[in-house]
């Protein structure tokens, strides 16, 4: 059985048709799924009580559950989601002062493999729909007290949003269209290891979002080290990323995930300023949330304060601007793909 959230604008139209209703009554149901996020048929008053019993016959209102969420101390939010098929994702819910970020997953697992992902670890199972991706949203707002609402977007959750443009982009139409969700494209964000074709693809959707490249390393070695799927080097990716958005006057954010004695060199941080010091962009460094597995085998470690500061201050002396992630949820596992990881492990043993 599909679920209500799984159709498109005229699929549902035409389900609702099919079953007698009128195209108002399909906007009526659109409404309270994606606006008031009703969970089951019934509750969509204003739909006569046939065409309700119509559609709660052929279809399911959501296409996933939550299975488990991990609040930590500083309230931040870690749901894990399970789908039809008993596959998994994670999205966090971040509060910040004013703000309350939701980050949502793209896919099941990750094809990209970085060295110090969890998501990647076990490649990709699959990509997510364009309803289990909007869904996420639902999910989050639905845990938010009554005095916060999600004020941005960041689709930096499991999988590589940019080999999946055809869940992404629908998706990211129905939480930005006001007759759906209603989240300001500005507040929008898409991070990805760098695809210049799909970036492309992506910078043309409208309205347009704001895009993070994963960029790590500017050097085209060491990053093929970290990220081993990439094939664009790392001009292409940094030029394309400014043809695209840049130009559209969209922001373009480079995340550094860092490494000690891996990729927070100096020579590092002079790499990463001869190949982005003219351009008009931020600098996210993310000191790395140490993966138990991945620590243990590959002998990562997430560097000291002093050294995230020394690459800091290298990249503003090359007159960059950077930010310096915080560690947030830290008394729980805070990464990305880590509560999955655990609970596939506890699932298995
Ligand atoms: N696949 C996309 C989006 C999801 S990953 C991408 O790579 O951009 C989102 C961000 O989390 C990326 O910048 C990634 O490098 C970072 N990340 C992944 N695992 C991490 C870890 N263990 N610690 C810190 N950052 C991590
Ligand atoms: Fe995939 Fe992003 Fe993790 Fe790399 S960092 S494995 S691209 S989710």
New binding site residues.
Partial sequence: MRALTELTDQELADAVAELGGKPFQARQASHWLWKHGVTAIDAMKNVPTRLREGLAARFRVRAGELAQVDEAEDGTQKLLVRWADGETVECVIIPDGERTTLCVSSQVG?????V?????MFGVRRNLTPGEIAEQVLLARARLPADRALTNLVVM????PMLNLDGLLPALQRIHDPQGIGMGARRITV???GYPRQMERFAAADPSYNLAV?LHAADDELRKCL?PTATAPVREIVAAAHRYFGQKGREVTYEV?LLEGVNDRPQDAQAMVEALGALPCTVNLIPWNPVEEIARDRGLRRPSVPRVDAFADALRQGDLKVTVRRQRGADRSAA??QLRLRHAGANAG
């Avoid at 990750?110 to 970085?114: K, N, Q």
């Fill in positions: 990750c094809p990209v493999a970085c110090f992902c969890a998501s990647g959750g499991m999988g590589e991070s990805t290891s994963s990220v995930v990305c793909g």
